[in-house]
């Protein structure tokens, strides 16, 4: 065993620093700086390189965390690029935004009693400096190959496959109805958690490697399944989910309710310079706001509406702080910045004439587990309150759309929950030469479970068009 590994013992955990709450109120930067090298390479020398890494096995894309973090101890830092960008198609947006709480850090095995090995901030950090150095350089294909996939949607999942397939040589064409390459990480994710400028880096990088974008471009609406399907040797379906879940409550019609992906869009528009008039009406500024809901969008909400000036910022959640879906770190970076957490409370009533003033709500209590194991939900008898509001938020989840309709493919399966079905070992759906990866076949998921979708349908795709090809168009000279 190296010498410089095994620090754990004598030294602790440091995250990068973080900025202090007051500032971070005050603008939408991340809320992290950057490891400067020699504090990334003594927290990688915490690793005990274990013989079976946990880290490992609890990464979704089994990234090769022990020697990454060797190679960043000793300060070759280039390899450790090579390394981490063997399994990971996007790892300085992983290292930001992955829960790693509850993934690679929170099964790290130096965690009980000595706190885990800071796995994400080493990876941001490695690949930041790779691009810094230039390490990071567009695709060039060992082969060119005639043949075109389609890919539907430039959101992590549908990225991921274009790079792969990409770097197999194929002509890759994505799909996107939005103006800008990246789907949640641009217009979901808000800048406090992943700069814009990193997903457009990496856009910028894609398109260098010969990948064509056609944004601004609805498939079902501007281009038809059938052409597309016609066009390409294969195609992917990469769609997300989109369609915001509601509550059943009177009043939730009045003016001031808005779905928490309308609100954070217009906020991410806001910041990428294009203030619209729905921007400005969905604005918290000066609003007392109740955002609705206990996970990561609740979350990202919260924390959107205090650094747009809201005079107050609740958030209700019907389960206690144990049972949150959201990233405890998340939480805690929320409560750090004054949002106010009303636990086991659910909304009963919207109050107001035409526009919102208050919310009508319940306390709730935990009752017994249901056949998952998941503790019920039940209202106190006599626990009616009422908060003040002028902006409330539902961040409720979200289901998918009706694809079949949608891309007038009827033939196209989907499951009870309206995802797409597909073969669990080929990701193809129900229409042969048809692929589907990332939300729209998990429903609303995690970046990295994306990346590995689309990195494991790409596999497929090309196995499928190497099988078939005889049958199969070229692309277009
Ligand atoms: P998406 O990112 O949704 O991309 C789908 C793309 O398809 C979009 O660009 C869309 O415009 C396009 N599209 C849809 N229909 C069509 C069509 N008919 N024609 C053309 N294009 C189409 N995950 C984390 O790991 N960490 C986080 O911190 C985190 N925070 C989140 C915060 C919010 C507010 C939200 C909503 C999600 C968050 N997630 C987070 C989840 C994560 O963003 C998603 O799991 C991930 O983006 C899914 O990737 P995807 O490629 O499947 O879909
Ligand atoms: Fe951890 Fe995510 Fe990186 Fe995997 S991809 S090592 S889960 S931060
Ligand atoms: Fe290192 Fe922790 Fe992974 Fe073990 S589990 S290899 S200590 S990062």
Request: glycine share 8%; net charge negative; hydrophobic share 45%.
């Amino acid at each position: 065993m190296p010498e410089r590994m095994l620090k754990f013992v004598r030294l602790g955990q440091e995250m990068p620093e973080k900025r202090p709450a007051a500032m971070r109120r005050a603008d939408f930067g991340e809320i992290y700086a950057d490891f400067d090298p020699p504090k990334a390479a003594a927290q990688a020398s915490r690793c005990s390189q274990c013989g079976v890494p946990f880290c490992s096995v609890h990464c979704p894309l089994s990234n090769n965390i022990p020697d990454w973090l060797k190679l960043t101890a000793e300060g070759r830092l280039e390899e450790a690029y090579e390394l981490s960008s063997a399994t990971n198609n996007f790892p300085e947006i992983c290292g930001r935004i992955c829960p790693q709480d509850r993934l690679c850090e929170g099964n790290c095995v130096i965690e009980k009693g000595f706190e885990a090995v800071t796995i994400g901030a080493v990876e941001r950090f490695i690949t930041d400096t790779a691009f810094e150095k230039g390490w990071v350089r567009p695709i060039v294909p060992r082969q060119e190959r005639a043949q075109s996939v389609g890919i539907i949607g430039a959101g992590p999942a549908g990225l991921a496959a274009a790079e792969q397939l990409r770097r197999l040589g194929y002509q890759v064409t994505v799909y996107d109805r939005y103006d800008r390459v990246g789907g949640l990480l641009i217009y979901g994710i808000p800048n406090f958690k992943l700069d814009k400028a990193i997903v457009a880096r990496r856009a910028e990088m894609l398109e260098a490697s010969g990948i064509e974008f056609q944004l601004n471009c609805e498939i079902g609406r501007d281009v038809a399944m059938a052409d597309l399907r016609a066009r390409h040797a294969a195609v992917l379906i990469a769609t997300g989910v989109y369609q915001a879940r509601d509550i059943a409550a009177p009043g939730v019609g009045l003016d001031g309710i808005v779905p928490a992906l309308d609100y954070l869009t217009a906020s991410n528009r806001t910041g990428l310079g294009e203030t619209t008039e729905t921007a400005k009406a969905l604005h918290a500024r000066g609003k007392r706001v109740v955002v609705i809901g206990g996970g990561d969008t609740a979350m990202d909400c919260v924390r959107t509406a205090v650094r747009q000036g809201a005079v107050s910022v609740q958030c209700l959640y019907r389960r206690d702080k144990a049972n949150m879906p959201g990233s405890m770190r998340e939480v805690k970076n929320a409560e750090e910045e004054g949002v106010e957490f009303v636990w086991l409370a659910a909304p009963e009533a919207f109050t107001g004439d035409a526009a919102l003033s208050g919310v009508r709500a319940v306390r709730m209590h935990l009752g017994l587990p249901d056949a998952t194991g998941r503790q019920a939900v039940e209202p106190l008898a006599d626990g009616h309150f009422a908060l003040e509001a002028d902006l409330a938020i539902k961040a409720l989840g979200f289901d998918p759309e009706d694809l079949p309709a949608a891309f007038a493919e009827p033939d196209l399966a989907v499951t009870r929950w309206n995802t797409l079905a597909v073969d669990r070992r080929s990701f193809m759906t129900s229409l042969p030469g048809v692929f589907a990866a990332g939300d729209i076949v998990r429903g609303a998921s995690l970046v990295v479970w994306a990346i590995r979708d689309g990195r494991d349908a790409a596999a497929q795709m090309h196995s499928y068009i190497q099988q078939n090809q005889a049958a199969m168009p070229a692309a277009a000279e």
